[in-house]
């Protein structure tokens, strides 16, 4: 990544070099794939590649959207509001864990589920430490009317919505608000 090329022109460069590397067989359904050496491979961070595919993800998770497939998801969010207004960490942890692993199973693509399965504890620990649970619960709703309408492209525009208020909770988290001057 050059320092001119914005984040969001990475994760797509990301997106479309591993899309072709599957279309061409070089990435199959079985390969172990770790976020980490995808990241050197294309010379960038490890923040575009993990965004490239929880979105990626989300799209397909649209594509293959049924009626009866959503009810899942929906539980959880109820659970997920009742946790939030009880401040219950670890559950909302839970659930937000059990709420992006049903979205990857809907898009039911082992190359992606064994991509982000690496990444779960990270993400845990990320979403513990982001206590703007009001926002995670509210970008999950769209996130899951997003999947449910069926609608890929809208479906990829709420996940990268959601990676990136993710990114800028971590960077306050982590940096306090002089932080969210610039990006990582």
Known sequence: MTKTEPLGAVRERVLADLRQEIIAGRLRPDDRLVERE???RFGV???????????????????????QAP???????????????????????????RFHDRIL????????ISVMEP???????????NEEWPQLLKEHRE?????ASGEPDRARAHALSHVQANHRSMVRHLFGAAGNEGEL
Do not use: K
């Not at 199973?105 to 992606?112: D, I, T, V």
């Not at 990444?119 to 430490?129: F, I, K, M, P, S």
């Not at 996130?143 to 999947?147: D, G, L, N, P, V």
């Open 143 to 147: 996130s899951y009317e997003a999947i």
């Open 38 to 40: 995808r990241a050197e």
């Open 105 to 112: 199973a809907r898009a039911a693509n082992s190359l992606l």
């Open 45 to 67: 961070s490890r923040a575009p590649v993990h965004e490239a595919l929880e979105v990626y993800a989300a799209g397909l998770a649209a594509s293959r959207a049924t009626p």
């Open 119 to 129: 990444v779960d504890g990270r993400l845990r620990r990320l979403t513990r430490q």
């Open 71 to 97: 009810a899942g998801l929906a539980e959880l969010l109820d659970r997920a509001a009742t946790a939030t207004h009880t401040a219950d960490a670890e559950a909302i942890t839970e659930i937000n864990t």
